[in-house]
C-alpha cells in the first residue's frame, strides 16, 4: 500500500478563494483524520470520520470549513473563503480501530 | 484544561545523555496511548506503542500510570538524530469510537 496519500503537497492561494484539500486513506482503514498544524497551536483534530460518517466535527473552526468523505477511498476539506490565518500545513490521517494512525505527507497552505 | 498535555520544551541536551518526557491526560477512561515522532517539515510516525506495564524498544522505554493519568518516555544514551518532536497520543478506546488526540509535542535537540 502507498500509505495515506495527500495533494496537493503545497498550494498557494488569494485570500477569498476556495480551496480543497485531498486524502487518500490506507485501503481497509475505517478512521480518518484530518489535522492542522501551525507553530501556535501544534496539531488540532479538525474532524474525524468512522466508516465514512462524520463523528466529531467540533475541531473545526468555523462555517468556512466543510469535510466530506463521500466514499472509503476518498475525503476532501474545503476552505471557503479563505483567510491568511488559515495557513498552516493540513494532514490527513487514517487508522484500524484505535490502533496506529498512519499521516500523509500533509498539505501546506499559505493564504495571503 | 486541554485533553493532553506535554511541556513543549525544547529540551536541550547533549549527546549520551538520558532525557524524558512527560504527557498528562484528562479522561480517565482513555484505553490506548502512545509516542509519536515528528521530524522537522515531516508527518507524525509512530515511535512506540505504550502498554500498562511499561515497555521497552531499544534505547526507549515507555511507560503508563493511569492512576495520576500521565505517560513517559525516556531515552538513554542519546544521538544526534534523536532531535525531533514528540508527541503523546491517546484515544478512548475503540468502543467510544476513536478520537485520537495528539499532545502538542515537545521539542528535543541533541547537542553534540
Known amino acids: 500500500d502507498a500509505g495515506v496519500i495527500q495533494s496537493p503537497r503545497h498550494e498557494v492561494t488569494e485570500m477569498g478563494q476556495e480551496v480543497t484539500l485531498r486524502c487518500k486513506p490506507i485501503s481497509g482503514h475505517d478512521y480518518l483524520f484530518w489535522y492542522r498544524q501551525t507553530m501556535m497551536r501544534g496539531l488540532e483534530l479538525l474532524i474525524y470520520?468512522?466508516?465514512?460518517?462524520?463523528?466529531?466535527d467540533s475541531g473545526m473552526p468555523e462555517d468556512r470549513f466543510s469535510a466530506k468523505m463521500p466514499n472509503a477511498s476518498f475525503s476532501t476539506l474545503k476552505i471557503q473563503p479563505s483567510e491568511p490565518r488559515d495557513s498552516a500545513v493540513y494532514f490527513c490521517a487514517s487508522s484500524f480501530r484505535d490502533t496506529e494512525a498512519f499521516f500523509g505527507q500533509g498539505t501546506r497552505l499559505t493564504v495571503v | 484544561r486541554k485533553e493532553v498535555e506535554q511541556d513543549p520544551g525544547p529540551f536541550n541536551v547533549p549527546e549520551g545523555a538520558t532525557v524524558a518526557f512527560n504527557c498528562t491526560y484528562s479522561n480517565s477512561a482513555s484505553q490506548s496511548f502512545f509516542w509519536y515522532r515528528q521530524d522537522c517539515r515531516k508527518e507524525p510516525k509512530l515511535l512506540m506503542s505504550v502498554y500498562s506495564s511499561g515497555n521497552e524498544d531499544g534505547r526507549f522505554t515507555a511507560q503508563l500510570n493511569r492512576a495520576s493519568q500521565y505517560i513517559s518516555l525516556l531515552i538513554r544514551d542519546s544521538k544526534l538524530s534523536d532531535s525531533a518532536t514528540y508527541l503523546c497520543v491517546v484515544t478512548p478506546g475503540y468502543s467510544s469510537a476513536s478520537k485520537i488526540i495528539f499532545g502538542s509535542g515537545t521539542r528535543l535537540s541533541i547537542r553534540p
Open positions: 470520520f468512522n466508516n465514512n460518517v462524520p463523528i466529531d
